[in-house]
């Protein structure tokens, strides 16, 4: 459920690029909106409305979905403003090389990754073990802004918003699995 929440403004987005344009009649005047500034705008709204709804039922939110949410209304912010669609395109790119700059940091400027800080009441590992699969998010996290950049960019706008959904969705799901597999030759689970 957790991870449905998470990607639930991804996926309304996504909806809302698909079935959210076209002309609409208000007060006898027709306006043409565009599904990739609908979408950002639905965007917007729910990303608000996780933080908030997360505040009020947990009383805590977590970070990766506040620094989301700023990246969320600054970029989205732009992309309406301005009616440049390049602004909300950059931002899976933002997210994930700040968090690679994130867990970078974590790992050399404090005594343990942030994989290790999350995982370590669950599982042990050895240090080295730590390091790699701390370097690998960063890999993936930089490689993953990469992608979606050249997608942005090289492919119309339909491409890049099933890319955003499926594609980047595909690349996390098919990178956990394999980090999963390396992780299970290496883990001792921790008795508690």
């Known amino acids: 459920m957790k991870l449905f929440f998470d990607f639930l403004p991804i996926v309304l987005f996504f909806v809302a690029y698909k079935f959210g344009g076209g002309d609409y009649t208000f007060n006898g005047v027709t306006y043409q909106l565009e599904g990739i500034y ?77 994989l290790e800080r999350m995982m370590a009441d669950h599982i042990q590992l050895p240090a080295k073990i730590w390091t790699r699969l701390n370097l690998a998010w960063v890999a993936f996290f930089v490689l993953s802004g990469l992608v979606n950049l050249y997608v942005a960019f090289n492919f119309d706008e339909a491409t890049w918003v099933n890319f955003k959904l499926f594609g980047m969705l595909g690349l996390t799901i098919v990178f956990v699995v394999a980090q999963s597999i390396y992780l299970a030759k290496h883990a001792v689970e921790v008795k508690k």
């Open 38 to 114: 609908v979408a950002t705008a639905v965007m917007i709204v729910v990303s608000l409305l996780q933080v908030c709804i997360t505040w009020l039922l947990f009383r805590k939110v977590e970070r990766a979905h506040l620094i989301t949410l700023a990246l969320v209304l600054v970029l989205g912010g732009l992309t309406l403003w301005l009616h440049n669609p390049d602004f909300i395109k950059w931002k899976p790119t933002a997210v994930n090389w700040l968090f690679a700059l994130v867990f970078i940091g974590a790992y050399l400027f404090t005594d343990k990754s942030l």
